[in-house]
């Protein structure tokens, strides 16, 4: 007789076939699962957002204007102290003076606003005014102003301004390092002070006050801004 067959469907599987067909079963069985945000979820992040980024940027405009008034500060102390040095080791008055822009820098003798820029010369000549290269032989030569420094402007919204009649275009150091424009004895309050502001107005402003013995120093009260 013919022998006897098993049809493939009624086939058991192979020790080999068995791992891929109970595989194949569980994937069939299998439900995917699909992951992500609902719109409700959605709008509540962004609302979350909004609020951090709100609390967060006064803070982060404070840390710029903070930032940007120390280094202002370092700035003006820097110029007098630099100015002040220079006056006592070369033996002739050393000024800081308001510049206009002008390319060589020179004072302007007729603004107030420090905050267009300034610069430190040794007044070797003793006119109070600051020539470049007066004979036009491109070198400095003995007995002409000496250039030390030129401070570019404070940047916009900032403001630096005298609150006396001593510290409104300029400020003299003597050769013996005493300020020779300021006042003598005179209460600590009425020291000239150079007065810097910005948009906090005088909440956060601070001054630098010179007393005549050319000693400068930074104050964070009466304070008046433009």
């Known amino acids: 007789p013919a022998p006897y067959r098993i049809s493939a469907r009624h086939r058991r599987p192979s020790v080999s076939e068995g791992p891929t067909i109970i595989f194949l079963i569980r994937i069939r069985h299998m439900k995917i699962s699909r992951s992500g945000f609902t719109l409700v979820e959605l709008l509540i992040t962004l609302a979350v957002v909004a609020i951090v980024l709100a609390l967060a940027t006064p803070t982060l405009r404070e840390v710029i204007l903070n930032n940007q008034r120390s280094t202002q500060l370092n700035a003006i102390m820097s110029s007098l102290n630099v100015a002040r040095a220079a006056a006592v080791q070369r033996g002739v008055n050393a000024i800081v003076c308001i510049t206009d822009g002008a390319t060589p820098p020179d004072c302007d003798t007729s603004a107030t606003t420090w905050e ?21 032989n491109g070198a400095w030569d003995d007995g002409e102003d000496f250039l030390i420094s030129h401070h570019k402007p404070l940047p916009d919204g900032a403001t630096l301004r005298g609150d006396s009649a001593e510290v409104t275009r300029s400020i003299t150091f003597d050769a013996r390092g005493f300020c020779a424009s300021c006042p003598q004895d005179v209460d600590d309050d009425e020291q000239p002070t150079l007065q810097l502001c910005d948009a906090r107005a005088e909440a956060e402003a601070r001054g630098v006050r010179i007393a005549w013995t050319g000693r400068a120093q930074i104050i964070d009260s009466d304070i008046d801004c433009p």
Do not use: L, R, S
């Open 116 to 136: 267009d820029g300034w610069i430190v010369f040794a007044d070797t000549n003793g006119d109070a005014a600051y020539e470049a290269d007066p004979n036009g």
